[in-house]
């Protein structure tokens, strides 16, 4: 028995936040031809972290075969949860929740950190919001914990998917 569950893009337009959960797989409509899709790794302070898949088609559905096969598009990032599935607070973009794989166990997910603070505040977070103090240098070479809405996730994979 398959641990993927898909509902496919029109059973539910809108999610709210809080049935946003690992595990659950996404679709957003990249542009007037294409589609994009990923899933949810985890949830921490200011979001939800999201891996990329890969992968783009001419609409709004993939397969588990699909899923298996691809690879990760960029580094997770953290994306605007509320604004992207919830509030669908982004004019021209849209983002659904079409699926769910059970008993989801992120992988590769060592050394993704993310960062916030200023000077002897700064603090390193990875993808399960453990956090651990760091110098300001090693801040610098991380990505921001915030999270990225419509428009900086589209402008991350326009020359990969």
Known sequence: MSDFK?????????????FVKPGDIFCFQFDDEKYGFGRIISKIMTGHVAEFFD????????????????KRAVSPVVIDTYGLFDKKGY???EWRIIGHQNNFSPENVEGV??????GS????????????????????LLPRLSPHSDYHI????????
């Open 6 to 18: 898909f509902w496919g893009w029109d059973k539910k337009p809108r999610t709210m936040l809080r």
């Open 55 to 70: 992968f783009s088609s001419s609409g709004p559905n993939i397969t588990e075969s699909i899923i298996k096969k691809s």
């Open 91 to 93: 004019p021209d973009s």
């Open 113 to 118: 950190y993310f960062t916030y603070g200023l």
């Open 121 to 140: 505040s700064c603090k390193k977070v990875d993808v399960f919001d453990n956090e651990i103090s760091i110098s300001e240098h090693e801040a610098e």
């Open 154 to 161: 589209k402008s991350l994979l326009k020359d990969i998917i």
